[in-house]
């Protein structure tokens, strides 16, 4: 495969170099860095099961798991597509919290609608994203200064909105039909694996992903190209902005009410699981299955560490600390493996 150099010559990706290569170490080595997390939640799994036999490994653990990562799945999906065009959005959790409390408010207090309320938290939820795109492309501010300001700001209106009550009485029927069981899992989940699998595709087969995902490599060389990489920029703000208002649809709907500032908190595991996805499949590229691979890997470790007995505080230690060693290790890999003309 020939690759172009920082320089603009040509060069020899090390994966096609013939000279010293070893076939099977090199599929080995790929294969490693490419699922080794895969293989260390099998071995929790495996751990946890020894640890707590009847207790960890049963139909109604594993159900109630995966049935309450749903909304942080789709949040942590909502991350990737401005990541992947080279950007950062921290009002996700803010954005996630006000289209939750939109919904609760419209429905649950003042019964309007359930279908009218979801559409005016969607409705909400794209013209933040299109604000934040618009401050970050057209007037340049760093959207990491953008996002941060724009999630304290939809925190306090969402308080504001609420009146700091806790919302409740959200339509029922909607909360029957996300908390439907398919396969000992609510529906809420298979959605946010739906949504994870169109994102995949995206990215992956279509013009549309890959043009983003060159942007995010290389935004000048992508302009000189000729792609719009201001409208498309823009786009993935949107996008963002409308996956995590979806996810708080999702959250409030499940649970049919909430406290606004309780969602703050999900801002870090969605971060977790979008960086630690990055290191799953398909090193170094914002990927949606691994990210989702990523959300399932950490809720297994935490669940398990509190079936054993360890206090709250364990999710954020567990969060930051398997972020920063499982990326670590994995570029450890990588590098090694490209000294080496294995990778």
Do not use: C
């Not at 409390?101 to 013209?127: C, E, P």
């Not at 960086?275 to 470790?301: K, Q, R, Y």
Request: charged share 10%.
């Amino acid at each position: 495969m020939t690759l172009l150099s920082d320089h603009g010559t040509a060069e020899t990706d090390p994966v096609d170099r013939p000279e010293g290569l070893n076939p099977s170490r090199r599929r080995l080595s790929g294969f490693g860095y490419r699922y080794g997390i895969v293989f260390v939640w099998a071995a929790l799994f495996i751990l946890f099961s020894l640890l707590l036999p009847g207790v960890f490994l049963t139909t109604n653990n594993l159900a109630a798991m995966l049935s309450s990562q749903a909304s942080l799945i789709l949040l942590s999906l909502s991350v990737l597509p401005v990541l992947a065009a080279g950007e950062i959005d921290l009002s996700i959790a803010g954005v996630m919290t006000i289209s939750a409390t939109t919904v609760g408010q419209l429905n649950g207090v003042w019964k309007i609608d359930i279908t009218v309320s979801i559409l005016v938290a969607l409705a909400i939820s794209v013209l933040i994203g299109l604000v934040n795109g618009l401050l970050t492309i057209k007037v340049g501010v760093a959207s990491i200064i953008v996002t941060l300001g724009m999630s304290t700001l939809l925190v306090g209106l969402s308080v504001w909105l609420s009146n700091t009550l806790t919302i409740t009485g959200v339509s029922p029927q909607l909360g029957r039909i996300v908390n439907t069981p398919v396969l000992g899992v609510n529906l809420a989940f298979w959605i946010s694996i739906a949504i994870g699998i169109a994102l995949w595709y995206v990215y992956r087969h279509t013009a549309l992903g890959r043009h983003i995902v060159f942007i995010g490599k290389n935004a000048e060389v992508a302009r000189l190209s000729g792609l719009p990489v201001a409208r498309l920029k823009l786009w993935t703000f949107v996008v963002t902005s409308f996956l995590a208002g979806l996810s708080g649809v999702m959250v409030v709907a499940i649970a049919g009410g909430l406290q606004p500032t309780s969602l703050q908190t999900l801002l870090l595991p969605a971060f977790a699981g979008a960086f630690l996805g990055s290191a799953i499949i398909d090193p170094g590229s914002h990927n949606p299955i691994g990210t989702i691979i990523a959300v399932l890997f950490l809720a297994t470790g935490i669940n398990g560490l509190i079936l054993l007995g360890a206090d709250s505080w364990v999710n954020n230690v567990f969060y930051g600390a398997a972020v920063i060693l499982a990326v670590t290790f994995s570029r450890i890999i990588y590098v090694r493996a490209r000294k080496k003309n294995v990778v």
